[in-house]
């Protein structure tokens, strides 16, 4: 063998050496990156819209790669399920009640897979276990939101506009406290009078304040009427018998009444004796007769001491 050739097969046995080593270490840094040779679960979810998510766009969980959309495929109709690779050492952040959504990669970048945790109370989720697809507005929907409020703020701005007409032509209440001096006058006149008033309240209260301290802490009736529970007892015995004293004086008096009508009528003894003029007579001359037989009975009783027959009874019962 010539030095030529053997000069030329140790050059490619050299560049064969240097490729293989480049290619190896390609792989490897390929590999890391997709991390193909980590140990990972599927997870599954149903989308209505994956938004052009394609197999290869990576997982996130709380802002960190986590994995990588393996397959997105038909299901049921226009359902699309999509198969996640998930690291397994993320598995333990990942629980039942987690949920995804379709995201970006930046303001323009790829799609991406965003994964919520979830509570940490239920289990972790199981290698093909399934997560809840969370509904993202789309751009549609978006656009169609923005067109309502578009609408709304064309609305808003229409009668705004008649509104600032109606104020600088001096309609309405507010458009006369613009144009008109004498509404603002009538206003301020009002805030200083309910100032006023405000100003006398406060003084008001102050002074229920002030009374209120005085009755609390001053000797007084109405301190010990407020705090003295024997002086409210007698206070309300006495009330008690001035009512029975009132009620007694209200007998007293219908009967009163009772008896002056009495008194006033001519068919009554007393009446009688007030009104009829015959009965009246008659009653003072029975007694005046009365007087007189009086008179005429005490001379014969005299007369009856002094008789003989009669004197020694008198006598002896005088001595008696």
């Known amino acids: 063998m010539s030095e030529t050739t053997q000069r030329r097969q140790l050059t490619l046995g050299i560049f064969i050496t240097i490729g293989l080593a480049i290619f ?33 766009n990576n997982v996130w969980l709380s802002g960190m790669k986590i994995g990588t959309v393996r397959k997105v495929s038909f299901y049921k109709g226009a359902l699309v399920e999509v198969v ?4 397994h050492q993320a598995q333990s952040h990942i629980h039942q009640d987690a949920m995804a959504r379709v995201g970006t990669d930046g303001l323009v970048g790829n799609k991406i897979v965003v994964l919520t945790g ?17 509904h993202t507005a789309t751009l549609q929907e978006m656009f169609g939101t923005l067109q ?9 701005t229409a009668n705004f506009r008649v509104l600032s007409d109606q104020l600088l032509e001096g309609r309405g209440t507010l458009g006369k406290l613009l144009k008109d001096d004498s509404y603002a006058d009538q206003l301020r006149a009002t805030l200083a009078r309910l100032q006023a008033a405000s100003v006398s309240g406060d003084r008001m209260l102050a002074n229920l304040e002030g009374f209120s301290e005085r009755v609390q802490h001053a000797p007084g009736l109405v301190n010990e ?12 015995a006495a009330a008690e018998r001035l009512d029975e004293v009132t009620a007694k004086a209200s007998m007293l008096a219908d009967t009163l009444r009772v ?3 009495g008194l006033n009528d001519p068919a009554s003894p ?12 008659q009653l003072q001359r ?4 009365l007087e007189v037989s009086s008179e005429e009975l005490r001379v014969d009783l005299e007369a009856l001491q002094h008789n003989f027959l009669l004197r020694g009874f008198f006598k002896k019962k005088k001595d008696n």
């Open 225 to 236: 009427l407020l705090e003295d529970t024997v002086i409210y007892g007698r206070l309300r």
């Open 286 to 289: 029975t007694m005046k007769n």
């Open 84 to 87: 996640l690779s998930v690291e």
């Open 148 to 156: 309502g409020a578009g609408s709304d703020l064309r609305v808003i």
């Open 24 to 56: 190896i270490v390609g792989v490897l840094t390929i590999g890391g990156q997709h991390k193909a040779f980590t140990r990972s679960i599927q997870v599954k979810v149903i989308f209505e819209d994956v938004q052009g998510l394609q197999p290869g």
């Open 270 to 281: 007393a009446g009688v004796l007030l009104h009829d003029q015959v009965t009246a007579d």
């Open 118 to 134: 979830g509570s940490d109370s239920l289990p972790v989720i199981a290698d093909g276990g399934v997560v809840v697809a969370e």
């Open 259 to 261: 008896a002056g009508r």
